[in-house]
């Protein structure tokens, strides 16, 4: 099945030349250093469609250059926008990729370009139906001592210590398996260790014969997996990972994680965000859609990211605290500026609600973001919210085979 994939923010590009590296799915500070700012894959498919916007054209006779990379070498898929553009794509290559593969996004301005932001969307193919990608990173280190958390995905969170404060919100039924986790160095000597564990509803995972799902990280390796284990969820489950340190390790290294998100509907995906960051009580804010923890800020257009056709829907909201009597939150997902159908609203003594009565078109090259507007001074509270990204799966004919176009197959 095919997912749109959402990446960038608001953090400037290098324009001196130097190659820098970003992870694909959500935005994070552009770093020297690739294995401190990649994804890792949890299942086989393809990754194309690259569409990139700046924030500011480049200038005359200057350029940036953006690469998908995979397993630290430039692929196919590349994106150049020079002199007046402000946006380019690339829509004629697909590259391959399997589970365990690193995939980062690069850029490198030529010429000292004008100094800009940049967003950009992808789109992946499982070699599986129902399969899609949920991806996470940090440029924060692990710590030596206490247990941290964070959010299964994100772009950037740093480690926190309190659980409740990395929550992701689940707002369609599926499961979660292959969990994948990479570090930028190993943690120390034998026996130093890291471990992972995927959390629901704040207690580990569990497969229904009492096995999490959770990976292992011992002294002299950088890489993991559990692939064997399967964790169930369903709409308002609050998803986190949990990290420990174990025998006192030496190192502190900067880790990623992936699982697979198996849909029970083919053609579903997630888009998961939240951030510990207060809401406003008193005037309208906003938020990158997904994956970006960078606070709520009066400006949309520092908040923005780029999508590509599909519909969105299932919106799902988590309060951390309820707004109050006669009080709310009101949040929705915003398409080119505008108000889109898709909305939630929280209020009185709730804490969570949804949105599944209504879908929103989107279309190549869309921007998209998030906002809350808060009603009667309600109590301050973070949120953690999530959708679903829905792409048609092509329809089987009779005997086998696909149909992609029900006119030219012959069959309209």
Known sequence: MEQVIIGGSDYLCDTTGTVRYSPIMGGCLWGNVETARCNVIPAAGKLSSLMVKLTAAPGAGKSYTFFLRVNGANSTLTVTIAGTDTSGSDISHEVTIAAGDLVAISQVGVSTPTAAAAIWTMKFEGDTACESLVLGSTADILNKVDTEYNFVSTG????????????????????????????????????????????????????????????????????????????????????????????????????????????????????????????????????????????????????????????????????????????????????????????????????????????????????????NNPDGTPTASAAYWSLVCYIEPPKAQPGGGIVVDAVLAGLI
């Open 156 to 371: 950037n969170s740093a480690m926190f210590g309190t659980e409740s404060g990395r929550y992701n919100v689940i707002p369609t039924s599926g499961k979660l398996k292959n969990f994948y986790v990479g570090l930028n160095a190993d943690p120390g000597d034998s026996p130093d260790a890291y471990k992972f564990t995927l959390r629901v509803n704040g207690a580990n995972s569990d497969d229904g014969e009492g096995n999490p799902l959770q990976v292992t990280i011992v002294a002299n390796n950088t890489t993991g997996n559990d692939t064997t284990h399967e964790i169930p969820v369903s709409p308002d489950d609050l998803v986190d990972i949990m990290i420990e340190p174990l025998e006192a390790p030496s190192a502190t290294p900067i880790p990623y994680w992936s699982f697979c998100f198996v849909a029970d509907i083919d053609g579903e995906s997630l888009i998961l965000n939240g951030d510990g960051d207060i809401l406003s009580v008193a005037g309208t804010e906003y938020h990158h859609l997904g994956a970006v923890d960078l606070a709520w800020n009066a400006s949309e257009a520092i908040r923005v990211q780029l999508a590509q056709e599909c519909v969105m829907r299932k919106l799902y909201v988590y309060l951390t605290i309820a707004p109050g009597v006669s009080k709310s939150y009101v949040f929705t997902l915003r398409q080119n500026a505008g108000a889109s159908a898709l909305t939630v609203t929280i209020a009185d003594a709730a804490t969570t609600g949804n949105d599944t009565a209504h879908d929103v078109s989107i279309s190549d090259g869309d921007e998209v973001s998030f906002e």
